[in-house]
């Protein structure tokens, strides 16, 4: 039996988007609150579009290097179910803040070549999850949301001992080939299913959780 892989939609930023998110069949949503990002969204505005998403799709609140009061704040505003961690947290500063916030931490690591990998384990000791994505270049604005993919033959073979999402430049066109060299059994998608940035697109996010559940089997077409 094929297994299912469960699909994050990063950067919400409207109720349309978060229903179509929902109804397109996502596993979680992701609401960013890092100002210069296209899809940052302010606390009060978060809690509005939390409080929809029903149960069994999880909330994940995106953060770079947060300090304590920034946590403090949204823990106390919003319904997150998880925090994802996307900026240069050392491992005890993740291990921290998940024991500060008492909630799952997914912590988001950027690879670019081979030596990026080592520092993946030191993660999965003190994260609930990782994200593999593609290292922003130096010149990068934001951690995360370029569009950008890495070598993904890099992940071929690999196990770790804690779930992880594959992230980094996923599209319709090619995630399904991602998921194939990779195994991953979960992929995190932003850019990818935008019209613009900052703004999900209904077609494309259905087009992209329809790759990765590949085709129907025959006897289950009629």
Known sequence: MTQTVHVKICGVTSATAVEDAVLSGARYLGFNFYPPSPRYVALAKAHALMIDVPEGVAKVALLVEPDDAELDALVAQVPADFLQLHGHETPERVAEIRARCGLPVIKAIGVADQ????????????????????????????????????????????????????????????????????????????????????????????????????????????
């Open 115 to 222: 030596s990026d990998l080592a520092i993946l384990d030191q993660y999965f000791d003190v994260s609930d999850q990782v994200l593999v994505d593609a290292k922003p270049p130096r010149t990068a604005v934001l951690p995360g949301g370029n569009g950008l993919a890495f070598d993904w033959r890099l992940l071929q073979g690999r196990r770790w001992p804690r779930p992880w999402l594959l992230a980094g430049g996923l599209t319709p066109e090619n995630v399904a080939l991602a998921i194939q060299l990779t195994g991953a059994r979960q992929v995190d998608v932003s850019s990818g299913v935008e019209s613009v940035p900052g703004q999900k697109d209904r077609a494309l996010m259905q087009a992209f959780i329809a790759a990765v559940r590949g085709p129907v089997p025959a006897k289950e077409m009629f």
